[in-house]
């Protein structure tokens, strides 16, 4: 319980840095505050305890098991680390340049497979370089670029590709910030209706190149074997690849609620650590239990990079190690308390989460 009610400190600073909008260093002085309230609370604590006659209870036993000032040290905390992953664009960043009337040649590398949809193709690009179209010299830029390409292009993760059009702010629609949206996964930057041209294949991590490859080969098994739209069906359930499901098909999960049985989460990540770990102990032996637990978690891992480590699949995987993990020391697992850590890992690494 006690990493449950930190996590929960920390994600309300975060949710309160939104809200209020403070700078950064007025969330780093009230933590310096909570810190010294923190060490002076438990030095008078100390000193009462041992100036305290033995028939009166001490002071530990009247305390709270989460002290208040560490609370508030981690909801400031929380709050600080919130400010400090806002985006502060300069000249290097890639959206400076948003909404110009030049047109640009930008070259970046696809950190992710395409999303191919029925008449375009979205490209997920870490920028490297770019120039107008009158330059003839490149200048280095920093950022995430989505370019709407056309489709039919035989495009793979690592590829390094030259994009030519106008760079864009995402929009805020009536019903629905596709700003935010793109915003909590690092994009600040649109280029639709752009020209790609390959330049080199073979430029991104070598894991996730065999990884994302994989999944290439598993999806063209599974349109192999099944027919359409069953063949999408299990592509999302098994992959995470949700774009083939035809519209109806999408709208009679809508309309019945079980959408989620589509959505890879909790569910999925279950089933798999349950093989996982029974595969691996009649492998290994019950003698090597820690090491067949290690292994499925490491296994859930790559399933978790395979369908593309969205939030809700991180959180499940996540929560699926700990219980593999208590299983081996006999120990029970709670929803809460396992929600509490790994919500404590998330949230600073993405506080946009």
Do not use: C
Request: a positive charge; aromatic letters at 8%; charged letters at 15%.
């Amino acid at each position: 319980m006690p990493l449950l009610w930190l996590s929960l400190a920390f994600l309300t600073g975060i949710v309160l840095a939104n809200q209020l909008g403070w700078a950064l260093a007025s969330w780093l002085a009230f933590a310096g505050l909570a810190l010294l309230w923190l060490l002076v609370r438990h030095g008078v604590r100390r000193r009462l305890t041992l100036r305290l006659p033995r028939s009166l209870p001490s002071i530990g036993a009247l305390s709270y098991p989460i002290p208040v000032p560490a609370l508030l040290l981690a909801l400031v905390l929380g709050a600080a680390r919130y400010t400090l992953a806002q985006p502060h664009f300069d000249s290097r960043s890639l959206a400076t340049y948003n909404d110009r009337l030049q047109t640009f040649i930008l070259e970046g590398v696809l950190i992710q497979p395409p999303d191919e949809r029925d008449t375009y193709t979205l490209l997920r690009l870490r920028a490297e370089q770019l120039r107008t179209l009158d330059d003839l010299l490149f200048q280095p830029v920093s950022g995430i670029l989505q370019a709407r390409v056309a489709s039919g292009s035989a495009w793979r993760y690592g590829d390094l590709v030259q994009v030519q059009g106008r760079l864009e702010t995402p929009p805020v629609l009536e019903d629905f910030s596709y700003r935010d949206y793109l915003a909590r996964q690092g994009v600040y930057s649109l280029m639709n209706q752009a020209v790609a041209h390959l330049l080199l294949h073979d430029r991104g991590n070598p894991l996730l190149t065999w990884v994302y490859a994989l999944k290439a080969r598993a999806l063209g098994t599974v349109y192999r074997i099944f027919p359409d739209p069953e063949a999408s069906l299990m592509a999302g359930i098994l992959l995470g690849v949700e774009t083939g499901i035809p519209e109806p098909v999408q709208q009679a999960f809508q309309a019945t609620g079980t959408s989620h049985i589509i959505a890879i989460s909790g569910f999925n990540i279950t089933i798999l650590a349950g093989l996982f770990s029974t595969l691996f102990v009649k492998l290994l032996g019950k003698r090597r239990r820690f090491l067949a637990a290690g292994l499925s978690a490491a296994a859930i891992g790559l399933y978790t990079i395979l369908v593309g480590a969205e939030a809700a699949v991180v959180r499940a995987a996540l929560m699926g190690a700990l219980a593999l993990f208590a299983r081996q020391v006999g120990r029970q697992t709670d929803g809460l308390d396992s929600l509490g850590p790994v919500a404590g890992l998330m949230a600073p690494a993405h506080p946009n989460l």
